[in-house]
């Protein structure tokens, strides 16, 4: 099965930028849809940004378009998420997500579209 691991958050102030990390486990992780996912306290889990599985596509959160982006390197069973400008209302655990084939070469924004889910990693910002 597919295990992923996020890492890269921690406190920053606002204005600063930070870059996310999931690596995954499955060796056809290329073949995968990703998104990145937030929650914050007492808030529902929300979508955050979305590639397909060939990097060719995305889709953002209007709360970050412009100031996050989506990417990811197949040859290292890894996608990021830059995060710049942050502001305090950023604040959440970030959570990675994969779907796995088919997937249509299409990206997927909804909590349900995803099979597996990474453990989450902090990201705090201050002001």
């Known amino acids: 099965q597919v295990q992923l691991v996020e890492s890269g958050g921690g406190l920053v102030q606002a204005g600063d930028s930070l870059r996310l990390s999931c690596v995954g486990s499955?060796?056809?992780?290329?073949?995968?849809?990703m998104a990145w996912f937030r929650q914050a306290p007492g808030k529902e889990r929300d979508f955050v940004a979305a590639?397909?599985?060939?990097?060719?596509?995305?889709d953002y959160a209007d709360s970050v378009k412009g100031r996050f982006t989506i990417s990811r390197d197949n040859a290292k069973n890894t996608v990021y998420l830059r995060m710049n400008s942050l502001k305090p209302e950023d604040a959440a655990v970030y959570y990675c997500?994969?779907?796995?084939?088919?997937?249509?070469?299409?990206?997927?924004?909804?909590?349900?579209?995803?099979?597996?889910w990474g453990q989450g990693t902090q990201v705090t910002v201050s002001s």
């Open positions: 997500a994969a779907k796995q084939p088919p997937t249509y070469g299409r990206t997927y924004s909804r909590k349900v579209d995803y099979d597996y």
């Open positions: 499955k060796r056809t992780f290329s073949n995968f849809a």
């Open positions: 590639m397909n599985w060939s990097g060719g596509s995305t």
